[in-house]
């Protein structure tokens, strides 16, 4: 068993041994970090190191603490004032309610405002129920869809939701990007002459693995070429583990819906409206502070 080559318990040796000799050599902690990183097929460097660890610290300095700050106070405001929060859903209401509950406003310290946490405000929407289904059985779905413009961390966090799970079940997984498949699949269906296809690959040898990977990312799936044959075959595969309850994520620049509002959006034209139906009710994390989130519906954000 291999260690992490930094590790500083066990520099690499994957076992930690007690300095008391009648106590039994331990694997060391880090042993499944390597595994998980092993059994992550195709995950660019750029996020090989990426864990959900990593992806917060690098969201709090993205969204920084005097946006969340006045993101709550300005809830707040609007929750206590009995004009304005009749103007919004009372669904709306409650789940800011919830949120300004959660980060507690603390007494006021000279004239400053606080809150004894920021993180029910400023984490994503779904991101708390992305960790828990890496990291237990309990949490039920197998299809995710993680939006986000581009510099929101949605590849990040995918490359980190699917090594955290191949860590978890010890099975493997792959990310995959979608614009490079598609390439990949147009070569096949039109590279005759295989000028770029020189391994003589088919359609079956490219899609075969991605059908089988027990978790798969397929990111920037909003990047698919429009062939039509590319669209099938990435609708095809999607059915195919949708059949068997393999766990898929998807990332995209937008929501499901709202991509499927657009024309040029390639997946409408199959007319298959239950992949339509099922791309828009995967569990979504979408790449914004939940509450400034809710704060825009409200028209107040
Ligand atoms: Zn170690």
Not at 81 to 106: N, Q, W
Not at 171 to 198: C, T
Not at 214 to 238: E, H, K, N
Request: contains cysteine.
């Amino acid at each position: 068993m291999k260690g992490r080559a930094d590790c500083p318990q066990c520099r690499g040796a994957g076992v930690v041994v007690d300095p008391d000799p009648l106590k039994p050599v331990a694997v060391c902690p880090c042993t499944r970090e390597v595994v998980a990183q092993e059994r992550a097929g195709g995950i660019p460097g750029r996020y090989a190191a990426a864990t959900f660890e990593s992806f917060w610290e690098w969201w709090k300095l993205h969204h920084p603490r005097q946006g969340v700050v006045d993101a709550l106070d300005r809830a707040k405001t609007l929750l206590e004032s009995p004009l304005l929060r009749d103007t919004f859903p009372a669904e709306l209401a409650s789940k800011l309610d919830h949120i300004v509950h959660k980060c507690g406003r603390l007494a006021a310290e000279d004239g400053q405002p606080a809150w004894k946490t920021l993180r029910p405000a400023r984490e994503p929407q779904g991101f708390q129920l992305l960790q828990s289904w890496t990291r237990n059985d309990r949490t039920a779905a197998d299809l995710w869809w993680i939006d986000g413009p581009p510099g929101s961390g949605r590849s990040s966090l995918a490359a980190a939701a699917l090594k955290a799970w191949c860590g978890r079940t010890g099975r493997p997984g792959h990310f995959a990007s979608v614009r490079e498949l598609s390439q990949r699949l147009k070569d096949v269906y039109y590279d005759v002459r295989s000028y770029q296809n020189v391994d003589f690959i088919s359609e079956r040898d490219l899609m075969a693995p991605l059908q089988a990977a027990p978790c798969l990312v397929l990111d920037d799936w909003d990047r698919m070429d429009s062939d039509i044959r590319v669209v099938r075959a990435l609708a095809q595969l999607l059915d195919h583990r949708y059949s068997e309850a393999r766990p898929t994520l998807l990332t995209a620049a937008k929501g499901a819906y709202a991509l499927q509002q657009l024309e040029s959006y390639p997946p409408t034209r199959l007319d298959d409206t239950s992949l339509l139906h099922r791309l828009a009710n995967a569990q979504r994390v979408e790449l914004r502070p939940v509450l400034q989130r809710l704060l825009d519906v409200t028209g107040a954000g």
